[in-house]
């Protein structure tokens, strides 16, 4: 049962809503300040400050879109203690026939904190609960609804000091009928199954998510054959390094692309889940 309801489409969804939080920090963050690696000038910092100053003093009224999005998705999670004002990011932007919305808050808290905080919270509600820890600094914990396939999550996204939060509300089962193939030039590994992507336009790049299965193998003989598919196609890896003891990160570079990559073998399964978020710039080839 447990494994019918993992392979289920509608689980699926959570994989490809992470992408949301990769995307909502490089809308805000802005493209230059991702590409250059967060530095800014002194300059930028203060009208940051001023802009943030005259954004208080206008007061704290929401319009009438931001309040449908914050219903859509937080009356279904308890607030988190020790969080910022929730605020609305997106709604409804993969089409009519695949309803989203997602919100976003800040908290000091670590993304583990977040994650176990929401975690017992749904298993005390005895919800089916789903969820994916990515690294120390990302993962996922919500619960799918089976009578509308609807996928409830709360992502996480540790930069510096402070998580980002987003909370996500969908029904993408139409979306993932259309969105198992693959973009031209996106790397993934040979054999992957199961796969979802979704693409994102912002102000001067792409960012695509793409996510899938290989089945009846290990994470070893995966990172290998990765690894020399990615070298063939002249991409450099770097950064590779173990995030437990069964998950393996690496990031990749190209000419005008980045990406960050997750391997991820389930404890006691001979299964290898994917998780690749790919950034191109508009003026790469």
Known sequence: MLKQLATHPAFRTASVLVSVAVAGTLIGMGWEEARYGGARSELERAESSVDALEQEARGLERSKHDEAVLARTLSYFPPYPNAGRPEALAA???????????????????????????????????????????????????????????????????????????????????????????????????????????????????????????????????????????????????????????ATEMTLTRKGLRGQATLRQPSAQREVQFHLSLMRAQSAP
């Not at 670590?110 to 176990?116: A, E, K, R, T």
């Not at 609804?145 to 996500?168: A, C, N, W, Y």
């Not at 001067?204 to 995966?222: E, I, K, Q, S, Y």
């Open 92 to 246: 409804d932007y993969l089409g009519p026939d695949t309803p989203i919305a997602v919100a976003w808050f800040s908290t000091q808290d670590s993304s583990d904190q977040v994650l176990m905080h929401y975690r017992q919270f749904l298993l005390g509600q005895g919800l089916p609960v789903i969820g994916l820890r990515f690294n120390d600094n990302a993962g996922y914990v919500g619960y799918w609804v089976p009578k509308t396939e609807e996928v409830r999550l709360m992502s996480t996204l540790r930069q510096g000091d402070e998580t980002i939060v987003f909370v996500s509300s969908a029904r993408m089962a139409r979306y993932l009928e259309r969105a198992g193939r693959v973009p031209d030039g996106v790397p993934v590994p040979r054999g992957l199954q199961d796969a979802a992507s979704l693409s994102l336009r912002m102000e001067g790049a792409t960012n695509t998510t793409v996510t899938g299965r290989l089945h009846d193998t290990t994470l070893p003989d995966v990172e290998q054959g990765y690894r020399e598919l990615l070298r063939g196609e002249g991409w450099a890896v770097s950064e590779v390094r173990p995030t437990g003891f069964q």
